[in-house]
T-cell receptor, first 116, second 113 residues
Framework: KAGVTQTPRYLIKTRGQQVTLSCSPISGHRSVSWYQQTPGQGLQFLFEYFSETQRNKGNFPGRFSGRQFSNSRSEMNVSTLELGDSALYLC???????????????FGAGSRLTVL | AQSVTQLGSHVSVSEGALVLLRCNYSSSVPPYLFWYVQYPNQGLQLLLKYTSAATLVKGINGFEAEFKKSETSFHLTKPSAHMSDAAEYFCAVSGGSNYKLTFGKGTLLTVNP
């Protein structure tokens, strides 16, 4: 079956602009999570959506937002981009039910954002 | 609160040698533990997971990890390194009800011919 698909794979923006990243989960997965990966901070949790509702949120400013559609596809948006937002943004999908700890995440290849 | 510490940001081994990547965790609830691998320009791929069944967990590509509660450790091993094992490895912990993974900083594995 198809894996997690993220688009675009690469993009370049300038400070002050906004960006929207898209994630299509594995068919049947209702949970979508987003992580930011940078060399300095490593992998940091942004937020998680389940059945169109944000269920969990990490410690990121309000410039970072997301949403999930009825088909489980998700988008994240970053407004007023800063240089420090340059990162690999990873999306992961899972069933999202049952024990959270046993909930296995399947990751996409990521969207690499460069802010100039 | 949960946290993960990976000892050694960079490990270098010779092809055919033992691979040992260290991971210690902290968790206020019974933990679920994972190892993921990331190849260049790719996302994370699950190697193995511990979910309170057997303490010795076998994963893909010949990797295994042992959960030691007394040492709060979940070290990853492979008896014989292959060139294709060169990648970055991440240990992660989950627990409670927040459907969130907390990752370590990662260990870059280099395999020398």
């Amino acid at each position: 079956k198809a894996g997690v698909t993220q688009t675009p794979r690469y993009l370049i923006k300038t400070r002050g602009q906004q960006v929207t990243l898209s994630c299509s989960p594995i068919s049947g997965h209702r949970s979508v999570s987003w992580y930011q990966q940078t060399p300095g901070q490593g992998l940091q949790f942004l937020f998680e959506y389940f059945s169109e509702t944000q269920r969990n949120k990490g410690n990121f400013p309000g410039r970072f937002s997301g949403r999930q559609f009825s088909n489980s596809r998700s988008e994240m948006n970053v407004s007023t981009l800063e240089l420090g937002d340059s990162a690999l943004y990873l999306c992961a999908s899972s069933l999202g039910t049952g024990s959270s700890g046993a909930n296995v995440l399947t990751f996409g290849a990521g969207s690499r954002l460069t802010v100039l | 609160a949960q946290s993960v510490t990976q000892l050694g940001s960079h490990v270098s081994v010779s092809e055919g040698a033992l691979v040992l990547l260290r991971c210690n965790y902290s968790s206020s609830v019974p933990p679920y533990l994972f190892w993921y691998v990331q190849y260049p320009n790719q996302g994370l791929q699950l190697l193995l997971k511990y979910t309170s069944a057997a303490t010795l967990v076998k994963g893909i590509n010949g990797f295994e990890a042992e959960f030691k509660k007394s040492e709060t450790s979940f070290h990853l091993t492979k008896p014989s390194a292959h060139m294709s094992d060169a990648a970055e490895y991440f240990c992660a912990v989950s627990g409670g009800s927040n459907y969130k993974l907390t990752f370590g900083k990662g260990t870059l594995l280099t395999v020398n011919p």
